[in-house]
């Protein structure tokens, strides 16, 4: 069965990095497009990035453009989120996602807080 494991939460200062990582297994990694989305508290979860599979094509909401990269090794099947310049704002749920035919799978979450 599909599994993804995220990692690499915690507690930074404003303007810190953070990289969050996911170990996925149950399902041909390298031919899906990998999402990482998070969610504030009293907020909807939101799409923050996401990574096709061939090919390794990037799209980023607005607010992460130039501080976050999401990238993955296939052979690995892992995919990281790289947060630099991280604010408050930043704070949240973060969680892996994976899309195969009509089911969405969802890691735990591992949690952000950017606070000093």
């Known amino acids: 069965q599909v599994q993804l494991v995220e990692s690499g939460g915690g507690l930074v200062q404003p303007g810190g990095s953070l990289r969050l990582s996911c170990a996925a297994s149950?399902?041909?990694?390298?031919?899906?497009?990998m999402n990482w989305y998070r969610q504030a508290p009293g907020k909807e979860r939101e799409l923050v990035a996401a990574?096709?599979?061939?090919?390794?094509?990037?799209d980023y909401v607005d607010s992460v453009k130039g501080r976050f990269i999401i990238s993955r090794d296939n052979a690995k099947n892992t995919v990281y989120l790289q947060m630099n310049s991280l604010k408050p704002e930043d704070t949240a749920v973060y969680y892996c996602?994976?899309?195969?035919?009509?089911?969405?799978?969802w890691g735990q979450g591992t949690q952000v807080t950017v606070s000093s």
């Open positions: 996602n994976v899309r195969k035919t009509a089911t969405m799978y």
């Open positions: 149950g399902f041909t990694f390298s031919r899906y497009t």
């Open positions: 990574i096709t599979g061939v090919g390794g094509s990037q």
